[in-house]
């Protein structure tokens, strides 16, 4: 009888950390970034999500999305991508600021919560889809700001 209540509790601890393992997961959106876009925030940056706004599930997964991410050690963001200080264009949406402007348009997110253009590198990418994506880099107030366009 002991044997059993033990192999009952050490399974229900077996299961109570998964689940709690899996919830970080499933709540920690860098893993759909590397999933969509093959991009990594390096965790030794030591980030963590501080805002996120999205146009809501669609049947398509289209839509936009936005997350805002804060770091304590610079070097590895620093390391992630050439950063770019001028203004490139996007496929379909003209220049960053343009089109990041557009898509935080679409799902009002307030100017509190936007990057502030002039204080930002940039990094961009496009998928055949049609989907775009923006990172920006604001070094002053370590943030990074990622803008995600799906069509």
Not at 27 to 49: A, C, R, V
Not at 85 to 93: N, R
Not at 142 to 148: D, H, I, Q
């Amino acid at each position: 009888m002991k044997k059993k209540t033990i192999v009952s509790v050490i399974f229900a601890l077996i299961l109570l950390v998964s689940s709690m393992m899996y919830w970080k997961y499933s709540n920690d959106y860098t893993h759909e970034i590397k999933e969509n876009w093959n991009i990594s925030i390096p965790s030794d940056s030591d980030y963590s999500e501080v805002y996120r706004k999205d146009s809501g599930s669609s049947f398509n997964g289209d839509g936009v999305r936005y997350h805002v991410f804060t770091y304590k050690n610079e070097e590895p963001i620093e390391k992630m991508f050439s950063w770019k200080k001028d203004q490139g264009e996007t496929i379909y949406d003209g220049h960053y600021i343009d089109a990041t402007n557009k898509w935080l348009d679409e799902i009002n997110v307030l100017a509190i919560s936007r990057p502030t253009h002039t204080d930002c590198v940039y990094w961009y990418k496009s998928h055949e889809d049609h989907s775009e994506i923006i990172i920006l880099w604001n070094k002053k107030e370590k943030r990074l700001y990622v803008v995600e366009s799906f069509m």
